[in-house]
């Protein structure tokens, strides 16, 4: 079935403890939709700016991604900077962000997207988000993500926006900032309680768990030889599980939990190398492999 | 199978975010053999000074540890304090410690324990733990515990102890320390390559992973509505783990991957109350509903 994102593209110049890039192609839509397009075609709605290099928008375009919402605006592309250090591969520290044209970023989502089935609002502001739901005509699946930030500063947008959503994909620490409760299984119930239908809480190295108001699901991630940059992890993440969920048209909790092994099998592959690069020779035959070594690792 | 613990018995004061004791009940030992109770009879070595109250030792004797091994010497008992805060129960800041009896701890072996089967050699001197070794007949499974003190002080004991080990029980932390590898895959490499034949790797409240030469296991932890004092968890996982192997007396792939499973339960019941106290009113209806729990918690 039909799949949207809206999110971010990036140019990404960031170290971790194992290398370095510069203005390396990210954002979350890029991780997203890259990720996605292994399952199904890809609807994409951000903006870049006049310097964005036309090599990425080929990239993106041979990924059987539709790009008829990528918008090119006067200016420049979005650029974060960061960096992480070897005791806590998990989160990154911020250097710098220079917005640019995603500053001003209002989506406009084409006419042949609303039908969409399957959506998927990156971490933008939760009035945006609201925004694009109202443009879709009618949904089956919608996941979102947000950060801090938005919780801080948009609270009251963020609780118009929950009851809408099935499935809301935040991390451990967002989780526990935000309800101020160290527990995840009671931070998770407050989260529930604001109406979104499922969260999932994703622990970077150590899994993910996804909780509902009837069940609880967790996995461990998937042991790496040699992570390199977990940039785009979590938006990968969301890439293998949405992928999962409109390709297979089915969201029953036994599918909900294997699109959360597709997405942390996809997260894995994801820190592998820098930037978008490992999904570039990744292929279907690794993918299954790492999914039935998946299975071994947890099964008892 | 008859099954040993040589280790500490302490006292502890400790603060979490949810609450405090003083000189409550302790040790690595106490823990240990507390939960492998629920499973079969223990054998215990440790030594307690002459301020050890009686109402810990009428405890442990209620619940089947044989009390043989247990000195009592001139001096006090070993003490330890320290608190955790909300930002990681994972690690214990250490405020006192003081060894009083435990520094000169010397373990002798009762003559009735030399033919015990299964042994788990707490975190003490590796030196020791050898000696320990020396002194059984001939044991179908051994299991120790170790910290960075001894792998910075004592690598040559060390590395003599470890072919004689089965499965090494440690920390994240302390892989990545020892190891100088991020990735506990990586760590757990080097670690095999010095002959234990198993590595346990407790990630605290994100599950435990078990590496062999041969296959991976990974679990995430139980999730918990109120955890309250993490103190003794690993010593409770090592003590699940240990008593599963000794009543089945199976030391197969699977089995060790149920055991791993048994030691993530219990530790998930001692975190729920301070020292010991969620054993003493633990049933076994209530382990069994959570093995349960968990089994479904996994399943995909």
Redesign the interface.
């Given at each position: 079935m039909s799949l949207l994102v809206v999110g971010s593209v990036a140019l990404d110049t960031l170290k971790t403890?194992f290398g370095k890039v510069k203005k390396a192609l990210g954002g979350s839509a890029t991780y997203f939709s890259v990720v996605a397009s292994f399952f199904t075609p890809v609807r994409f709605v951000a903006v870049v700016g006049r310097d964005f290099p036309e090599k990425h928008i080929n990239f993106l375009k041979s990924r059987n991604i539709d790009l008829k919402g990528l918008e090119k605006a006067e200016g420049k592309t979005f650029q974060w900077t960061g960096e992480y250090n070897?005791e806590n591969?998990n989160e990154a520290k911020t250097i710098d962000t220079r917005l640019n044209v995603f500053a001003n970023f209002r989506p406009k989502i084409p006419r042949s997207y609303v039908d969409t089935k399957y959506v998927f609002l990156a971490n933008i502001d939760p009035d945006l988000q609201i925004n694009v739901l109202d443009q879709i005509k009618k949904p089956l699946f919608v996941a979102c993500d947000t950060m801090n930030y938005w919780i801080e500063n948009k609270k009251k947008s963020l609780m118009k926006l929950l009851p809408k959503v099935d499935a809301l994909i935040v991390n451990a620490s967002e989780t526990r900032q935000w309800t101020g409760e160290?527990?995840?299984?009671?931070g998770a119930r407050k989260i529930l309680s604001m109406g979104v239908r499922s969260l999932i809480v994703k622990?970077g190295e150590?899994?993910a768990?996804m909780f509902t108001k009837k069940?609880?699901?967790?996995?461990?991630?998937f042991?790496?030889?040699?992570?390199r940059d977990p940039t785009g992890a979590g938006d990968s993440f969301a890439g293998g599980f949405m992928g999962y969920l409109a390709k297979t048209g089915n969201t029953t909790e036994?599918n909900l939990?294997?699109a959360?092994?597709q997405g942390t099998i996809f997260a894995s592959f994801a820190v592998e190398k820098f930037s978008l690069d490992r999904f570039k020779s990744l292929t279907w035959k690794e993918v299954n492999k790492r999914y039935s070594e998946f299975k071994?690792?947890?099964?008892?």
């Open positions: 403890p070897s591969l160290y527990s995840l299984l009671k622990c150590y899994g768990s069940s609880i699901f967790s996995i461990p991630a042991h790496l030889e040699s992570p036994s939990r294997r959360v092994v071994k690792l947890t099964s008892f």
